[in-house]
């Protein structure tokens, strides 16, 4: 598997299909961190570094629905450990994410994420 930076102005339209494939509201482009990965045509995901504290935020994870189950999981371990990586590197000492996705909870668990809170709704707004 191949992992690179993504390109939000070559790979935007790949990452807009995945979420319209899912019949979910694709992420505004200008909302995505320039610190994201991708990994061949499977899977991406985007690192949020906080400002004055040492916490950064993995958001948006998305994986291509038309790639197999293993190939899924294989993509979004990968994507972890380089993201954990990178964090670490650059100073941060805590991470944090969001699901709602059962498989996805299993996962962070089992990769020694540590569950906060249960059933939040999660709230949007343009400035």
Known sequence: MNIRK????K???I???WWKQRHWTPVAKEALS????????IAAMWLYLSVGSKLAW?????ANPNT???QRNDAIDLLFNTIHEYAKINGYDFIITTSNIPAVI???EKIGYIK???NVSHFWRKL
């Open 15 to 17: 990452v807009e299909d």
């Open 68 to 70: 197999t189950k293993e």
């Open 116 to 118: 906060g809170d249960e």
């Open 11 to 13: 790979d935007y339209h």
């Open 106 to 108: 299993n996962r962070i």
């Open 34 to 41: 320039t610190i994201g990965y991708i990994v061949d045509d």
């Open 6 to 9: 993504l390109d939000l102005n």
């Open 58 to 62: 993995i958001g948006f994870p998305i």
